[in-house]
């Protein structure tokens, strides 16, 4: 863990035509300071993976918004009628992932697998276009591996080396995501000595997180 | 009794003790206003929480507890926050009883349709189908029609959701099983005739001699 960043800096690192791994669902647990201040440097032509893409003002929505977001990987836009409007303008593609493959994909991408088998989608829309196997008389679709230049979490706590804990439902994709990204970058809600996370209560090691964000002022 | 909670109260009549059930959103998440907590049913909530409780007391709400779509929820003792890989770990796996998902079609074959709608609604599949695709029983609550359109047909013309059959479907009108030999009507909602489901099915079904009443108690006991 290289340190803290202040929300603007941490925006800087971020190029035109990056791809961003980004925590959350329905905007609970994703990182809010780190998008403001993506949405406020303007960054254009993002690749966003994530669950969902929330709704207008909240989490990635804001992202949708500012119109900064090229291609979007994600289970559900259904909430965000902004992501369907600008789909169907072109503005925008998606491609849909089902949820449980999506959380899979990403996990092989950041543990080193070459793919997923699983028999979620076979006979449906999501198997177009993609190989399937048979093994031991059972079909399986394979679904490739996802890795991204950023991982942007949102975590509950955070230490001085940069292990994670989350809360209750804020976990979901994060601590998946955290394996993912090329570099990663956690937003806590509150930082706390070495220790106060006790080594069983860490869910992200710090190894994985490359910067943290400072404290809300 | 409206036409939805006669739905949610059947639906509850399926659920057995001590399982683990993910309801989805709408329609199906009526379902545990009918289950009593004596049947220590833990309720999953695929964005990470097993043990999804009531809403909480006005106020209290904490933004860190929600359900799946976004609504603040509480948690009972004895409940797990977990990550979405487990989440989807537990439903694909084979470790999820069963799950209660609304639909836009089901057809003859017992396929489900409920995420897609091309041209008009492309909302995503969300975990709808790992959920038809693991779950140890799939039960699919909805209106028996919409807008005078029966909703049970012979072949499904939207997206299907899996390949998988469903096993049961509950609608306001009528319980009808998928089986190899096609849809059986198994009971009839009080008041409503045999004739009547048969008018308002699209699909063929088969119709046993005797097809009783739906139970509308709500969960066991």
Known sequence: ?217 | MDAKERVARRVAREIRPGTLVNLGIGLPSMVANYVPASLGVFFQAENGVIGLGARPPEGMEDRHLTDAGGGFVTAVPGAAAIDSAMSFGLIRGGHLDMTVLGGLQVDAQGRLANWKVPGKMVPGMGGAMDLVTGAARVIVAMQHAAKGQSKIVPRCTLPVTAERRVNLIVTDLAVIEPTDDGLVLKERAPGVTIAEIVDATEAILIVPESVPEMDLAGGMP
């Not at chain 1, 190029?15 to 990182?31: K, N």
């Not at chain 1, 949405?39 to 994530?50: E, F, S």
């Not at chain 1, 994670?164 to 994709?173: G, I, K, V």
Request: glycine share 12%; proline share 6%.
């Open chain 1, 1 to 217: 863990m290289k340190g803290a960043l202040k929300p603007e800096a941490a925006a800087e690192l971020i190029g035109e035509g990056a791809s961003l791994l980004v925590g959350g669902f329905m905007a609970v647990g994703s990182p809010e300071r780190l998008i403001d201040a993506i949405v406020a440097r303007g960054t254009k032509n993002l690749t966003i993976i994530a669950n969902d893409t929330a709704m207008p003002g909240r989490g990635i929505g804001k992202l949708i918004s500012a119109g900064l977001v090229r291609h979007v990987i994600a289970s559900h836009i259904g909430l965000n009628p902004e992501t369907q409007a600008k789909m169907i303008a072109g503005e925008l593609t998606c491609e849909l992932v089902p949820q449980g493959t999506l959380v899979e994909r990403i996990r092989a991408g950041g543990v080193g697998l070459g793919g997923v088998l699983t028999p979620t989608g076979l006979g449906t829309e999501v198997e177009q276009g993609k190989p399937t196997i048979e093994l031991d008389g059972k079909r399986w679709l394979i679904e490739t591996p996802i890795t991204a230049d950023f991982a942007l979490l949102g975590a509950w706590q955070a230490d001085y080396v940069g292990n994670l804990s989350y809360m209750l439902t804020a976990q979901n994709f994060n601590p998946i995501m955290a394996l993912a990204g090329r570099t990663v970058i956690a937003e806590p809600e509150s930082i706390v000595p070495v220790g106060v996370i006790a080594p069983d209560a860490v869910r992200t090691p710090g190894v994985l997180v490359d910067h943290l964000l400072i404290r809300a002022s």
